[in-house]
């Protein structure tokens, strides 16, 4: 990134220093879809889904929201305009009031490689994402305020400052970045320091995506998938596969051998090549991603391990080298509950922080975070760890006026209060209905936490059946995660103290054998459980929600799912959340105060 020059005037007025992230590249799906001969799904296989928007004031974090929320499309890598203007809203500013505007890609800094490409001149190239702001926000935008942040310090930023260390290792792992696909930084006191990297051919990302394409689910979109499908499988009969192709290497790396797939297999267009030699050499693409037999399980199941071992290895040799004691974690595979879960049981580190919005959203954040930080480091402050409740919330009067408008289509019942609505709808969930509880403000980042949720009984044997069919409508095998009272978590999960994932849903444990068929809606195949902590500090109505369905069952936890539909981003609006509930058979919806059920 350019150096920054701090504006005299504004240190002189003392005025809130203003800097707004951004993520996403406009053109890059447009651009991939003109190429001759591209096939179905190789459109996701580029750089730039997932744009979003943070702003920050002194460094606090005052909105951060991804454009899929407001425009419908998932992973969407438009113009994040519709979250940029939320978070203007937000923070009561103009767009012509902000100091620093922040692209999560420096792309720049390697133009002596991407330079001529067309990818570069229509897509990648900082003077277009500049075009985009003036043709979109016209003479608001002052082009010198636009300024670039590397794409994986960006990632590394949105989850250093926020941990709440002075001093961290920060691993960086997803799909790609500008030429890297892991980097891994020390910290200390918000300088980074870059002590390694593996460039993009050897992605453990890509090689996860490619597998997740191979099973019949999107690449770039669907990798949770393949997270949930691997513990039905045996990771055994396809480990020589990924023997052969992850060789490890000094240093706790490892290099991909692409080459048993085909000669520069890896360099082929859209990994052609690669997913040719899986069809013809290991399993062919199913028809269906709905059903898949004991092969493809397995498949999963040794991809999911080849990856463990990879990044555990990695961080032993970093661990030892440097005598860390605390580790951020962000960047795409940081989404993986299995590979954390299993890295806070290893107990690498004392500590774990794993950055909520993990996935390129996040570098909308962490761009803003670095710049602020960087413009005035003492002036900078930001909260630890805090819950990632920065999007859009809405008013009882707001609320109420959205409901009005289907007011032939639904009853309507004002409960007084959302406490009383959490005490109505916990009576509701005792008696197994399905809710959803729609309360402040949207969360940032792909888990729900308790504020767009849709919320079940977990001891109904069939709730996971009734959830995936009639109203999530996705695959069957697919599990769904626990919301737990966080004082009461080790009673049910293997959980010790200080995991600070589990307050984000982000790694999985195991159920407590005794607990295991008690409570069937949240346990996995082989015991697991994606576990979210709730407390009343981090979530003060969804504690509340727990604790009022305890009182009713003795169980201190709830089934916890996003509040959307399958291709639906999760819900941002009460008009949306009404209009889902006429779609699909959730028994009651709760906004705010507002108790809501379809007629008929």
């Known amino acids: 990134m350019p150096a920054i020059n701090k504006p005299r005037e504004r240190i002189q007025r003392r005025l809130p220093m203003i800097v707004l992230g951004y993520s996403g590249f406009d053109r890059s799906v447009d651009f991939a879809r003109r190429e001759p001969g591209i096939r179905p799904g190789e459109e996701r296989m580029v750089q730039g889904f997932d744009s979003a928007c943070a702003i920050l004031l ?24 519709n979250a940029i203007r939320y978070c203007l809203k937000a923070a009561n500013v103009r767009l012509s009031q902000v100091e620093r505007i922040v ?14 490409t067309d990818r570069y001149e229509q897509v990648l190239d900082p003077a277009r994402q500049k075009d985009v702001w003036m043709r979109v ?26 941990s709440g260390f002075e001093t961290s290792l920060c691993l960086v792992c997803d799909g790609m970045g500008e030429v890297d696909a892991i980097t891994l930084y020390e910290v200390n006191c918000g300088k980074f320091t870059k002590l390694d990297s593996l460039l993009i051919p050897n992605s453990i990302g890509i090689l996860y995506g490619i597998i997740t394409s191979q099973l019949g689910f999107a690449f770039n979109a669907d990798e949770y998938k393949l997270m949930g499908l691997a513990p039905y499988g045996d990771p055994s009969r396809f480990r020589g596969l990924f023997e052969r192709l992850i060789k490890p290497t000094d240093g706790g790396r490892y290099m991909i051998d692409w080459n048993i797939c085909g000669e520069n297999a890896f360099h082929s267009p859209y990994y052609r090549k690669i997913l040719e ?37 990695l961080l032993c040799h970093w661990a030892t080298k440097t005598g860390q004691k ?8 940081a989404l993986n509950c299995t590979l954390n879960g299993k890295l806070i049981k290893q107990k690498l580190f004392e500590d774990l922080f794993i950055q909520p919005a993990a996935g390129d959203d996040g570098t909308a954040l962490g761009a803003a975070l670095f710049a602020s930080h960087n413009l005035e480091p003492d002036k900078f402050h930001t909260q630890r760890r805090p819950m990632p409740f920065f999007g859009p919330e809405y008013s009882q009067t707001e609320m109420n006026a959205a409901a009005e408008k289907f007011v032939g289509k639904i009853i309507i019942d004002d409960l007084g209060t959302p406490e009383r609505a959490a005490s109505d709808a916990a009576e509701a969930l005792s008696k197994d209905a399905i809710v959803a509880w729609f309360q402040g403000r949207m969360e940032y980042g792909p888990r729900a936490l308790g504020n767009r949720s849709i919320t079940a009984n977990p001891m109904i044997s069939d709730i996971k059946e009734r959830l995936n069919a009639i109203i999530k409508l996705r695959e069957g095998f697919r599990p769904f995660a626990p919301a737990v009272a966080a004082e009461h978590a080790s009673r049910y999960f293997e959980i010790g103290d200080g995991a600070s994932p589990f307050d984000y849903m982000l790694a999985t444990t195991m159920v407590r054998p005794e607990w295991r068929e008690r409570l069937p809606g949240i346990t996995h195949v082989d015991g697991s459980a994606r576990v979210q902590t709730v407390s009343s500090e981090n979530n003060r109505l969804f504690y509340l929600l727990i604790e009022e369905f305890a009182k009713r069952t003795g169980i201190h936890a709830l089934v916890n799912t996003s509040f959307n539909i399958r291709g639906q981003p999760m819900i941002v609006s009460p008009e949306i959340a009404i209009e889902t509930i006429l779609k699909v058979r959730i028994d009651r919806l709760y906004l705010g105060s507002l108790r809501i059920v379809r007629r008929n």
């Open 58 to 81: 002194d460094g606090e974090v005052i909105a951060a929201a991804a454009e899929e929320r407001f425009s419908l499309e998932k992973h969407t890598n438009r113009f994040p305009r």
């Open 103 to 116: 692209h999560g890609f420096n792309y720049e800094k390697y133009a002596s490689i991407f330079r001529g």
């Open 137 to 162: 926000f016209g003479e608001e935008f002052r082009p010198t305020t636009f300024g670039t942040v590397e794409h994986h310090l960006a990632h590394a930023a949105s989850a250093y400052f926020p």
């Open 277 to 313: 030699y899986l069809d013809r050499e290991v399993l062919p693409r199913p028809e269906s991603s709905e059903t898949h037999s004991q092969p493809y399980k397995d498949l999963a199941a040794s991809v999911q391990e080849a990856l463990e071992n990879s990044i555990t290895r």
């Open 326 to 333: 605390n580790l951020c974690m962000t960047g795409g595979v």
